[in-house]
């Protein structure tokens, strides 16, 4: 990577910028919808807040994170948010640069069992022995289970997996032909609330860190880093605002949510900001720093067991090194100006 | 000249491929013109067809897969015809019949197989049940629409002949409405097996524990092409196979047309 | 598909009202077993709802959005795509099965490769068509293009090969060029063949954009099935069955308007 490039160009570029007479470029940006992720996406948009720096965003919608990456591949997008897996697989394929850390979604993972296996199921996890459970495979709720499973000494050979849609997880759960499934929020809710199944085992409960990424295509991040910046003050800055104003937030969420066709209650709502921590300007820089020049962060920590989920399953053969895929140069770049500096850190 | 039956050169055919192989070879391994994470390299395609052969791939090697997809397949294809052929035939000789089955076909029939996944998952669950029920649907139709057509293509004189003759009912259907049916029925078959074919893929697709489809789910999980084109390959020859099958049951079904 | 049932010339036809009485009582039939279905418990009305709450359903779709859009919304997006996808399709099959049937190199060349792509099914291209062309038009253009292509160049190429001997032969001694033989003796001719290809091309079309739409897309009918079903919720499934089958009824029907039209204006 050419960093001096990078930073070069960005300072041209945002010396410009504060210059004034800053014209509208346009960034291509791409989410999954209603996801509690995705909704500083869509705040920041409601608010004007893209524009504020001089960018207009176009967004793309996928169902899953695999497609989306795949479509990475047309230029499709040029920035965006995803699961730690689908961007692990963006790394090694198309080589996507993870660039901050939407959430930390271990809570929001899970194994979830129907209302009437539930209570048996916790009391006694070795019975999951030999039962069949319905999830996405490749995904964070995959990783979640299998974290699962290894905390209650039981291997993928102990259990049957069947790999399918969130959706399909769901109807299967829901009508009663899977006893056991691996979902991600707000699926759990949907879930909990209108089929009554119970959460039996997070990520966090197993200990493993599940997060969520900020991509962009390694070949826009040499093009515009200045834009990639802009677009990470933008999200920083909404989740400030989310985190201030909870009541508007969860006002916004349900709208959000509403058009990706979920309607949880607001309690379970609430429970998505609770459960799922996010990260400022300097948390981000904290997590994503690298002590020495060897040294790894926490990040390449949580990336780095991801990568050896997915190598487990088969999907490469070799784990990307973290150190070649995440970078917190785009972060620096916002912490290094100050203008951009104080606009991520906004709360109003 | 446009009318003859033409023999294709079978050199023709051999040298398109030829002269596929060496583009394709050329685009990717030697010019690199198409990326490794867009299509395959023949090299990798080829290791990805050792993989699946030798060690396996989502859960089971190639020939599991295959055989798995024919199963279903055939399950959902043989009940679709059982009930779809007599259906048909019964509306094509009896208006009453048709007046009175037409509404529930005239109003299923529109809806794609596919539309039905969503809801054979939760009245079947999981099992193959709830696939071929959805093959089901997609066999059905041409199936039923064909018999009909085919009962009202007879030469309506070679009926009346056989009624001034007295031929009893039975002898009517086997030996006048069948036999007069069939051409129209092989080709609803044939059909029917298309539709079988595509629909399966797809319900696979959204999860099964072996399959073609599952193949090709798992591989565009994976962002694997090299796997995808394997997959894709896969299902054409199976398909083909299929249907060369059927070919031969037809010849032998009618060998009054093999003239 | 194959020829529509009721529109064969009947050789002996019911009286219209015994007809008419067996239509309804068909239509009665299958909704009175549908609703006994229902109420009798079999299901849980959560996962089969009766006629009555698909058809609230139904109507309230229409006005109220759900994942973002309307029914109308949804159903017009969905169609945007087939009409591409479609119209993509009859733009390059037809004039290639056109020349297939013409010039006999080019026939030898492409149908191996032809048959070799025909046993794909549409909805295997699914993964490809999420990477070259992204998920939201392109990608579930390029399926509902596999899968309208082939009826498109088969019965082009058919039409143009059972041309009347005769039509061809007296354009050859009138001395017509190539590009004339196509467009003014084979196109004419293939006509017939070229419609009755279209309805099955559109019918297919329209069945892979629902495929399509299940698995990758974000917006349009398909996916309005898949947010249904994540959400519990089997009246939204139903509806959007209603609405896709409403439209795929829609578009055969036009198509046999356009079928029967030309086929009059020939059969004088």
Request: hydrophobic residues 50%; positive net charge; contains cysteine.
């Amino acid at each position: 990577m050419k960093r001096h490039h990078w930073t070069f160009a960005a300072g041209i570029a945002l010396a410009l910028a504060s210059a004034g007479a800053l014209a509208q470029t346009v960034i291509k940006i791409s989410y999954q919808p209603a996801l509690y992720w995705s909704l500083p996406f869509y705040v920041a948009n409601e608010k004007g807040w893209y524009a504020e720096l001089g960018l207009k965003p176009e967004f793309s919608t996928f169902p899953a994170g695999v497609p989306q990456i795949a479509a990475s591949a047309s230029k499709s997008w040029d920035v965006g948010g995803a699961g730690s897996v689908p961007a692990v697989l963006g790394a090694v394929r198309y080589n996507l640069l993870t660039i901050g850390i939407t959430n930390d979604e271990s809570y929001a993972n899970a194994l979830l069992a129907t209302g009437k296996t539930a209570a048996g199921f916790v009391k006694n996890p070795a019975s999951i022995k030999g039962q069949t459970i319905v999830l996405t495979a490749n995904s964070t709720g995959d990783y979640a289970v299998q974290s699962c499973l290894a905390k209650w000494g039981l291997k993928k050979a102990d259990v049957t997996f069947k790999s399918m849609g969130q959706a399909e997880v769901i109807s299967a759960m829901s009508s009663g032909n899977a006893d056991l499934g691996g979902l991600w929020a707000p699926n759990t809710y949907t879930l909990e609330e209108k089929a009554g199944a119970k959460q039996i085992c997070s990520g966090q409960d197993a200990g493993a860190a599940v997060p969520g990424a900020l991509m962009v295509r390694a070949d826009y991040a040499q093009s515009d880093p200045q834009n990639v910046a802009r677009f990470l003050a933008v999200y920083l800055r909404s989740w400030k605002w989310l985190n201030a104003h909870k009541t508007e937030a969860i006002a916004m969420m349900k709208k959000f949510y509403a058009q990706g066709g979920v309607t949880i209650s607001d309690a379970a709502m609430r429970k998505e900001f609770d459960t799922r921590p996010t990260f400022d300007l300097a948390q981000q820089l904290k997590i994503m720093h690298r002590p020495g020049a060897n040294g790894a962060s926490e990040v390449d920590g949580w990336f780095a067991n991801i990568g050896a989920f997915m190598k487990a399953n088969g999907t490469f053969a070799d784990a990307p090194m973290p150190s070649k895929f995440i970078t917190d140069e785009f972060l620096q770049m916002v912490d290094r100006d100050p203008k951009l500096k104080a606009f991520a850190n906004r709360a109003d | 000249m446009a009318h003859d039956e033409r023999r294709r050169p079978v050199w023709v055919g051999v040298a398109t491929f030829a002269v596929l192989i060496v583009a394709w070879f050329a685009l990717t391994t030697w010019t690199s013109t198409i990326g490794p994470g867009r299509f395959p390299s023949p090299r990798e395609a080829f290791d990805a067809l050792r993989q699946i052969w030798v060690q396996g791939y989502a859960d089971a090697r190639l020939p599991v897969h295959a055989l798995h997809s024919a199963k279903l397949v055939l399950l959902g294809f043989v009940a679709a015809v059982g009930l779809g052929v007599p259906l048909g035939l019964a509306m094509g000789w009896s208006r009453t019949c048709e007046a009175f089955a037409n509404p529930t076909f005239l109003l299923l029939r529109p809806i794609p197989p596919l539309a039905w996944i969503p809801l054979a998952i939760v009245w079947l669950g999981l099992g193959d049940a709830a696939k071929v029920l959805v093959i089901w649907f997609a066999a059905f139709v041409p199936a039923v629409i064909n018999s009909y057509s085919g009962v009202r293509s007879i030469e309506p004189h070679l009926v009346e002949a056989a009624r001034t003759l007295g031929v009893s009912r039975r002898r009517m259907v086997t030996e006048v409405l069948i036999p007069g049916a069939l051409p129209m029925i092989f080709g609803g078959l044939r059909l029917s097996l298309q539709a079988c074919w595509t629909t399966l893929v797809a319900a696979e697709l959204i999860g099964a524990i072996a399959g073609l489809g599952h193949v090709l789910y798992q591989a565009s999980l994976d962002l694997f092409p090299a796997m995808i084109v394997v997959g894709m390959v896969a299902v054409a020859v199976t398909a083909a196979l299929m249907t060369i099958a059927l070919d031969i049951v037809e010849r032998r079904a009618m060998p009054w047309r093999r003239a | 598909m194959a020829q529509g049932l009721t529109l064969r010339d009947p050789t002996a036809p019911l009286p219209f009202a015994r007809w008419l009485a067996l239509t309804v009582a068909g239509f009665l039939a299958f909704f009175a077993v549908w609703w006994a279905a229902a109420a009798s418990g079999l299901a849980p009305p959560q996962f089969l709802p009766s006629p009555g709450a698909v058809a609230a359903q139904f109507v309230e779709l229409t006005h109220t959005p759900f994942v973002g859009y309307t029914l109308q919304q949804h159903l017009a997006s969905s169609f945007g795509r087939f009409a591409l996808g479609f119209g993509l399709a009859a733009a390059i099959g037809i004039p290639l099965g056109l020349m297939m049937g013409w010039f006999r190199a080019l026939d030898a060349i492409v149908t191996p490769l032809f048959d070799a792509l025909r046993f794909v099914a549409p909805i295997a291209w699914v993964p490809f068509a999420a990477l070259w062309f992204g998920t939201g038009i392109g990608g579930p253009v390029m399926v509902i293009f596999s899968g309208a292509f082939p009826p498109c160049v088969i019965n082009a190429y058919r039409g143009a090969r059972f041309v009347e001997p005769r039509f061809i032969e007296a354009a050859e001694t009138l001395g017509a060029s190539n590009w004339r033989m196509i467009t003014e003796v084979l196109l004419p001719s293939a006509v017939p063949s070229i419609v009755a290809g279209l309805r099955v091309s559109a019918g297919l079309g329209w069945q892979s954009l629902v495929g399509a739409e299940l698995i990758v897309a974000s917006s349009g009918i398909g996916y309005l099935l898949v947010r249904g079903q994540a959400n519990i919720s089997t009246s939204i499934v139903m509806s959007g069955m209603i609405a896709i089958g409403l439209v795929g009824f829609a578009i055969d029907i036009a198509l046999r308007l356009v079928e029967r039209r030309i086929n009059r204006q020939r059969g004088r």
